[in-house]
């Protein structure tokens, strides 16, 4: 994995230190900026986004996402009974795996519990709490910047050793377009994803005044423990039709069948501010999730108290569960294939 020194960056675009890992590791903040004003910033600290500015029809940047201003804060945040993951990149396997365990080319692999007993996000220490290096950056029109992370044979109990990269590009039509890249030593399962809580108002605000389309006629049925039982729910006449516009719900935890792969799989939008977002993936399946991990406790940005209903989540993905339900897309990523995934967050004014 080829290595750009970090101050490779610095010439094309903002670089500077947000904090040290307990060994000491350097963590750096890195800007992407567009020619209409609108600003990234991400952390190679799980190759998060911290803050998310777009330009309003008044001219004001509103930041959009929800992050901490520290990297001590995202650092405890796992500490807490369940953690936000706010902004993070989320693997090796996003979602739940049933009771922890899946079979590949007739091996049992036994991964850790850490919800209720079923692997989620990961496991204990998922992609978003590992030091990513820097392997790439572009300046000028549509500046980007590649994450790379090694992922070593048995981390966490998933099998091979995983090249992982991560480029995020700030395009001039004003997108966050994220390209996922990885490959294995050995047949492995694979399902990456953004972690990024929405909030087109301002992360200082609740998400219950913004409307939301989802373009799926169905989502993944789930027993009590958000497992999916392997059948589907028909959205005709629920209260989860987002096919009709409707206002953001203050509970979800959702996976929603995506058909398209050239429309727009999801949208929010702001009367507010006169923002929408439309989400584009070639993945399956949009988890939306609002409603918990906040626990009126945590203190994001700017001193703010973050809540239940503070963000909402588009999680591009796979299935969850998928390495356990034959029926499901495939999640597998063979010794000598290539996973590719490509997600775009557009932010454009309503009006």
């Not at 060994?23 to 900026?33: C, V």
């Not at 795996?97 to 850790?112: C, H, P």
């Not at 991560?166 to 490959?183: I, R, S």
């Not at 729910?233 to 409707?246: P, Q, V």
Request: hydrophobic share 30%.
């Amino acid at each position: 994995m080829e290595i750009k020194h970090i101050s490779h960056f610095q010439d094309q675009s903002d670089c500077k230190l947000f904090g040290l890992m307990p060994d000491n590791e350097e963590i750096h903040s890195f800007e992407l900026t567009n020619k209409n004003g609108m600003q990234v910033q991400l952390i190679n600290y799980g190759a998060t986004v911290t803050s998310l500015k777009v330009p309003t029809s008044n001219g004001k940047l509103v930041d959009v996402v929800l992050g901490f201003d520290t990297l001590e804060s995202y650092l405890s945040s796992y500490n807490l009974p369940s953690a936000p993951y706010f902004g993070t990149t989320i693997g090796r396997y996003a979602g739940r795996i049933s009771k922890g365990t899946f079979t590949l080319n007739d091996e049992t692999f036994q991964l850790v519990g850490n919800n209720n007993g079923n692997t989620l996000h990961g496991g204990n220490i998922g992609f978003g709490r590992r030091v990513w290096n820097v392997t790439d950056s572009t300046g000028g029109e549509n500046p980007s910047i590649t994450f790379g992370l090694l992922s070593e044979d048995s981390d966490e109990n998933f099998p091979g050793e995983l090249h992982v990269y991560l480029t995020y590009t700030l395009t001039e039509q004003n997108e966050l377009k994220l390209e996922y890249k990885a490959t294995t030593t050995k047949d492995t399962v694979i399902n990456l994803t953004h972690h990024s809580y929405f909030n087109l108002d301002g992360h200082d605000t609740a998400v219950l005044e913004q409307q939301m389309y989802i373009d799926a006629d169905k989502m993944l049925e789930t027993d009590a423990e958000g497992i999916p039982t392997g059948k589907f729910t028909d959205l005709s006449n629920h209260n989860f039709d987002f096919r009709t516009i409707k206002n953001c719900p203050s509970s979800i935890d959702n996976s929603f069948v995506i058909d398209s792969k050239d429309k727009i799989a999801a949208q929010l939008f702001s009367e507010k501010n006169n923002l929408k977002m439309d989400v584009y993936t070639d993945q399956p399946s949009v988890h939306i999730y609002v409603g918990g991990n906040c626990f009126d406790i945590l203190q994001g940005k700017e001193n703010t108290k973050y809540h239940a209903t503070s963000g909402i989540c588009f999680e591009t993905q796979n299935f969850p569960d998928a390495p356990n339900k034959a029926h499901f897309p495939n999640s597998v990523l063979k010794k000598g294939s290539e996973y590719r995934q490509t997600t775009v967050y557009k932010f454009d004014r309503i009006n």
